[in-house]
């Protein structure tokens, strides 16, 4: 089995709903993402998938987020756009555009350095 991964980030701002304390308010991360898919086999040029096309396929799903007011971005409308709800999000956006090239492992979301949230299936 073969696990390849990328990292991207991207600034944005949030605010938790219901949270009760200082992060209710209007607050910004620099929030840095990591991809991890799995393969069981190499392709006919020996890659599992081009590193290229994988951050491609990050940069692309985290752009709707990148300097945006998460609240105002679907489905954060309804739902808190905290770190364990953004990493299921990018998970999702991730698995539709590999559209089963690779097996998407997990994300993992950092709000901060020393604070992530992962989301994987199992």
Known sequence: MFELSVESSFAAAHQLRGYGGKCEKLHGHNWKVQVQVLADRLNDIDLAMDFHV?????????????????????????????????????????????????HLSAVTVWESETASATYYED
């Open 54 to 102: 994988l951050k491609k396929y990050l940069s692309e799903c985290l752009a709707p987020l990148d300097h945006a007011f998460l609240n105002e971005v679907f489905p954060f409308t309804e739902k808190n756009p905290s770190s364990e709800n953004v990493a299921k999000w990018v998970y999702d956006s991730m698995r539709k555009k590999l559209n089963g090239e690779v």
